[in-house]
Nanobody, 118 residues
C-alpha cells in the first residue's frame, strides 16, 4: 500500500485544516489506518486511529474534541479534520496503514507539514 498525504499548510491559531491521505496499491487489504504527528524536536506520536471496515475511531487526549478522523473506503482516502488549532499542533503529520490482513504490514506516507501561528 502506498500512502500520499496532502492538505497541510500554515494556519492561524483557532483555525481549521483538513488533511487527506490517499491509499493506492493493495488498499483492499487495509485493516486500520491512523494519523501520527511529529512536533519539532519531539518523537512521533499517535493522533487518531480508525478501523477500515467499521470505522471505529480513537483519539489522543490532546486532540479529542478538536479533531475528527474519517475514511471514504470507495475512494481509499482517509481524512483528519482539525479545528481550534493550537500552536502545539504544529508538526509533520503522517498517514499510517496496517494492511495485508493477518500479515499486519506497515506503510507510512511521506508526511505533510502543519504549522500553526499565533
Amino acid at each position: 500500500v502506498q500512502l500520499v498525504e496532502s492538505g497541510g499548510g500554515l494556519v492561524q491559531a483557532g483555525g481549521s485544516l483538513r488533511l487527506s491521505c490517499v491509499a493506492s496499491g493493495t488498499a483492499f487489504s487495509i485493516n486500520n489506518m491512523a494519523w501520527y504527528r511529529q512536533p519539532p524536536g519531539k518523537p512521533r506520536e499517535l493522533v487518531a486511529t480508525i478501523t477500515y471496515g467499521d470505522g471505529i475511531t480513537k483519539y489522543a487526549d490532546s486532540v479529542k474534541g478538536r479533531c475528527t478522523i474519517s475514511r471514504d473506503n470507495f475512494e481509499n482516502t482517509m481524512f483528519l479534520h482539525m479545528n481550534s488549532l493550537k500552536l502545539e499542533d504544529t508538526a509533520v503529520y503522517y498517514c499510517y496503514a496496517d494492511y495485508g490482513g493477518g500479515l499486519h504490514l506497515d506503510s507510512w506516507g511521506q508526511g505533510t507539514q502543519v504549522t500553526v501561528s499565533s
